[in-house]
């Protein structure tokens, strides 16, 4: 595979977990429970990838400037680049994925969903009606699979975590099969005791339950020892 084929997650750890980056023409989801690294994925990941255009799908208002302006100096550059989308309601969550077919250029080099869970949780609170809800997830989905194809762009999702009723070690992905399928890869944050984890849950090419220890410092990402 050559390496125009992956794009840097921006961090040398997280580049060797997934042999050099995030995998062009797919969606990558990134799921873990709340303040285990997923958006301070998102943000060094575009802190290193801003040659082109970069959408931002913010459910979540966890975007932060003040991080990025942390994370590096060229932070007037990045934001000029960023296009931050910020949905409130599952329905407007859906318009945003609609317009983003039409506006599929060559211009565009990522696109980042920072959360798939957010509205899609809060719709199935308000309609109780789970499958209708799920196909239009399901919808959604497509339309982000047939983006990052087209584009030959990698699509990178955040997503929440619930535990089981039955096994309360074991945690569930927010969105279960609908979201399993359309990621060609999975990583699954966790927290430990001296830091956080990331295990490669899904991929096409990598071998399953490769593992790495890291902690969010203000420069970005740290590896620690296991």
């Known amino acids: 595979m050559h390496m125009e084929s992956k794009i840097s ?10 042999e050099g980056g995030y995998e ?3 969606i990558t989801t990134i799921y873990g429970p709340p303040g285990c690294g997923k958006t301070n994925l998102c943000l060094i990941c575009l802190t290193h990838n801003f040659e082109k255009k970069i959408i931002y799908i913010d459910t979540e208002g966890s975007f932060s400037v003040s991080r990025i302006k942390q994370l590096t100096d060229n932070y007037e550059e990045i934001l000029n680049n960023v296009i931050v989308l910020t949905p409130t309601d599952f329905a407007e969550q859906k318009k945003v994925f609609d317009k983003l077919k039409n506006i599929l250029s060559s211009k565009i080099g990522l696109i980042i969903v920072d959360s798939i869970a957010m509205l899609y949780r809060l719709e199935i609170g308000i309609t109780k009606d789970g499958q209708k809800v799920n196909r239009e997830l399901g919808v959604q989905l ?3 699979i047939q983006i990052a194809r087209k584009l030959n762009i990698p699509v990178i999702l955040t997503n929440q975590v619930y535990s089981d009723f039955e096994d309360k070690t074991k945690v569930n992905m927010v969105g279960g099969d609908v979201l399993r399928y359309a990621s060609k890869c999975l990583i699954e944050l966790q927290k430990t005791s001296k ?3 990331a295990i490669l849950r899904k991929h096409r090419s990598l071998p399953e339950g490769k593992e790495v220890f890291f902690k969010i410092v203000d420069e970005g990402l740290e590896e620690l020892e296991e």
Do not use: A, P, Q, R
């Not at 997650?9 to 997934?18: F, K, P, V």
């Open 142 to 144: 497509v339309h982000l």
């Open 195 to 197: 830091g956080k984890k």
């Open 9 to 18: 997650t921006g961090t040398s750890s997280m580049d060797w977990l997934l």
């Open 24 to 26: 062009n023409g797919v």
